[in-house]
């Protein structure tokens, strides 16, 4: 299975009559999006711009997706979320690098995220070095909440399909290949990863191919599939505790696995599990994803994700028992600390286990804050550290740094960690 | 030069230079100079700052009444406005080292300066105050006075210039149990790569979360009487009378609270809600004996299996530091002994 991305790299974005690309400059028509954003679940979008140095605040934010597209008749983009379903992970995918499409979300949720572009927080978040292009749709009169975030989560990735086609017919920038076969494999350890994804409840889940895994039994699935578009965030009500679509589309468990693939290791497969609410059902999907890591993948070693809150600590516990203890796989874990807000040592894990030696931390506790701002995107006030809605939109902002898109990712695609002292 | 760093320094009645074991009992004397160890850390300043007062305290003068004679050096402490505080180092004299240890927290919480102290890792001051500062490790006799001072002085300017990086092995201090935000040299998903690597090649390698496993919690005696036994509901559920009168936190909790059920034979949704802020309240709301089972207690209750306390512990199991969890554990159970209770029911969420 070879998967080709194509990258043409956008330095600059500009509203226009017209929607194309020339000498890196991507130049977009409202109206075209606008025509590809429509829902009758809207009754009005707007877009926006934040370019990076620019001291521009979004508030209340949904996804971040990067624009991509795939090439060749019958192929489907997004699968599931914008085209029919088909399996995503081979052929050709044209992808826009330094423009992403991002969500603001017109409604109030419980745990929103959001982003600014200034510079220092560039130091803080791959996300403030690229240009936003905002959809701030509004939800029809009588529409559902539910309703409403369904239409934004897919005309957010019909803009991204939209953007990327734009790129058609361009030199390309660069090229990468992924694929798991290649030569020079043998007796390099078989290293597999093993992802738990949060599914809770609608509209706080990430998705495979559009729908969400609160009922599934753990699958295996190539990486490829990841890369290219096969999972999508849709966790609006638990926004700060996923990591965006973008993300997953560049993972990096996955890239980082790649990179090393026929030179130090030889990187077999993934499994998705979902860490379900119950104690039996953990433990027989925790039981059987071990089982598709040993048997199927045959990994002598494991990297383990989780996201969402406490409780999927759980499901990470169970597997790494039976992986160490009934199969002999070692296992390494990626785990944010932030359980306890008062960032007490101690306090971080909910499971005991002798198996769970080797823990990476993707980050713990702190509170940021921003200088005010001189746009904000969205309308809705964002949540700050204390807990209350921001009064003054663009004014200070304090903020819990898991608030701050990509500042913290549970699936470690941020320089951090925790200093213990 | 008046931009130089104004220093005060604690030190015992042994340090002081006014006696012994003798000299215990002595009241606080302030000296508007480096004595003692102080001379040692005003030439390790090196023109940077200069001690302008020494603190000179008896150890049992201190110990006797720690709070208040913490306070009172608080106060000449902050008469001297200074930019830094030295105490010790106190290695392992175990009056003096809770002595410095109190001085320095206090120091620290209440004037906001960098507040160093160093001893023994034996000293009783190092477990009672390491949550609250930096205690920097020092030997347990004198014997090395000059390179403890060293240590105590670099460390004190690093708080003061912000240069600390909150290192305790490379930094040379005990452990504290809190942890800061930092950024490594290699993403976080390279890190796990690696480390797997070097697990798998039973190379060295380092948890950056260390699993604490050593608690063994043994089960209690089974009740003997069951019909004789009184039970009590405790809930981290976050159930509360309608209106949360008591201001129940959502998460976070640093407290339990205590509701009554004198007279009642279940917990109606009209008179009980539920405010724990993470899982979906919508079956407690509707019944919250569902959580709190105290209508199914009643029955065996008139059945005579067994006795039901007339009230029941909530608090909210969200998010609680574990510190905070051990403060209301104990709590629980000093309400559950002074209330002729034999058994608990925990409900969880």
Same mark, same amino acid.
């Given at each position: 299975m070879l998967l080709e991305r194509i990258h043409l790299v956008i330095e600059q974005v500009v509203f226009d009559s017209e929607s194309y690309i020339k000498d890196k400059v991507l130049h977009i028509s409202k109206q075209d999006l606008e025509n590809v954003a429509a829902?009758? @679940?809207?009754s009005k979008i707007e877009f926006e711009l934040a370019c990076p140095g620019e001291k521009c605040r979004i508030v209340n934010m949904g996804d971040i997706v990067q624009p991509a597209i795939k090439l060749g008749e019958g192929e489907s983009t997004f699968?599931? $979320? $914008?085209?029919?379903l088909g399996i995503v992970g081979s052929g050709s995918t044209l992808m826009l690098d330094g423009v992403v499409i991002s969500e603001t979300v017109e409604v109030k949720l419980p745990l929103a995220s959001m982003m600014e572009t200034s510079e220092a927080v560039a130091e803080m978040t791959d996300f403030a070095k690229m240009i936003h292009i905002v959809i701030d749709a509004f939800p029809g009169e009588g529409v559902s909440k539910e309703s409403y975030m369904d239409a934004l989560h897919k005309a957010s990735k019909r803009l991204a399909k939209f953007l990327a086609s734009l790129a058609m017919g361009l030199e390309a920038d660069y090229t990468e290949n992924f694929t798991l &076969?290649?030569?020079?494999?043998?007796g390099l350890p078989k290293i597999a990863y093993l992802a738990n994804l949060f599914c809770h409840a609608p509209y706080q889940e990430t998705t495979v191919y559009g729908g969400g895994m609160i009922d599934s039994l753990p699958t295996i699935i190539h990486p490829n599939e990841i890369l290219d578009g096969a999972l999508t965030n849709k966790?609006? +009500?638990n926004s700060i505790n996923a990591d965006p679509t973008f993300v997953w589309q560049n993972h990096p468990i996955i890239l980082d696995l790649y990179s090393r693939h026929g030179k130090d290791l030889n990187f077999v497969g993934v499994v998705l599990n979902n860490a379900h609410h119950i104690v039996e059902t953990k433990q027989r999907n925790a039981s059987m994803a071990a089982a598709l890591v040993a048997? %199927?993948?045959? =990994?002598?070693g494991v990297i383990i994700t989780k996201e969402g809150g406490g409780h999927p600590q759980v499901d990470v516990g169970f597997e790494t028992d039976i992986l &160490?203890?009934?199969?002999?796989i070692k296992t390494s874990i990626l785990f944010t600390e932030f359980l306890s807000p008062n960032n007490d040592?101690? /306090? %971080?894990?909910l499971i005991k286990t002798k198996h769970a030696d080797a823990i990476v931390s993707t980050g713990c506790f702190t509170i940021v804050e921003f200088p005010p701002v001189d746009k904000v995107i969205g309308h809705i006030p964002q949540i700050a550290a204390d807990g209350k809605p921001q009064s003054d939109l663009s004014g200070t902002l304090a903020i819990? +740094?898991? *608030?701050? %898109? /990509?500042?913290?990712?549970q699936l470690g695609w941020t320089y951090y960690g925790s200093q213990k002292f | 030069m008046a931009d130089k760093l104004r220093v005060v320094h604690y030190i015992n009645q042994f340090f002081g230079q006014i006696g012994g074991e003798d000299a215990a009992n002595s009241e606080i004397i302030v000296e508007e100079k480096p004595i003692g160890p102080g001379i040692g850390i005003n030439s390790m300043l090196a023109g940077r700052g200069e001690i302008v007062a020494t603190i000179i305290c008896g150890d049992n003068y201190i110990a006797e009444d720690l709070d208040a004679v913490t306070e009172k050096v608080v106060e000449i402490v902050k008469q001297y406005e200074p930019d830094i505080f030295f105490a010790g180092? @106190?290695?392992?004299a175990g009056r003096y080292g809770v002595a410095c240890g109190s001085v320095c927290a206090a120091v620290k919480k209440q004037l906001g300066i960098p507040a160093v102290t160093a001893m023994f890792e034996e000293n009783p001051g190092r477990e009672i105050y390491a949550p609250d500062i930096c205690i920097l490790k020092a030997a347990d006799? =004198?014997?090395?006075m000059a390179v403890e001072l060293k240590k105590m002085v670099a460390f004190g300017l690093s708080l003061y210039d912000g240069t600390? &990086?909150?290192d305790p092995e490379k930094e040379g201090f005990f452990e504290r149990g809190w942890m800061i935000l930092k950024r490594h040299e290699e993403r976080a998903s390279m890190r796990a790569i690696n480390m797997l690597m070097d697990k798998m090649a039973n190379r060295p390698y380092k948890t950056e979360i260390p699993m604490q496993i050593e608690e063994k919690i043994p089960a209690p005696a089974p009740l003997t009487n069951l019909a004789e036994s009184t039970i009590v509901l405790i809930t981290? /559920? =976050?159930?509360?009378p309608q209106g949360n009168p008591e201001g129940?936190?959502?998460? *976070?909790?640093t407290q339990f609270h205590v509701y009554s059920t004198e007279g009642k034979d279940s917990l109606t949704k009209e008179e009980y809600t539920c405010v724990h802020g /993470?899982?979906?309240?919508s079956y407690v709301l509707a019944d919250p004996n569902r959580l709190v089972p105290l209508d199914a207690l009643r029955k065996l209750e008139r059945d005579g299996v067994c006795k039901v306390h007339n009230a029941f512990l909530s608090t909210s199991g969200l998010t609680t530091p574990v510190t905070n969890s051990i403060n209301i554990a104990k709590g629980m159970i000093e309400y559950v002994r002074n209330h002729g209770i034999d058994a608990a029911i925990l409900t969880s969420t």
């Open positions: 829902d009758e @679940a809207f699968p599931g $979320v $914008v085209d029919k &076969e290649c030569d020079g494999l043998d966790n609006y +009500n048997k %199927q993948l045959k =990994a002598e &160490e203890g009934k199969y002999g040592s101690n /306090g %971080q894990l819990k +740094n898991r *608030t701050l %898109q /990509g500042c913290e990712s | 180092p @106190a290695f392992n006799n =004198a014997r090395r600390i &990086e909150y981290d /559920g =976050a159930l509360c129940m936190k959502t998460s *976070t909790s /993470g899982f979906d309240t």
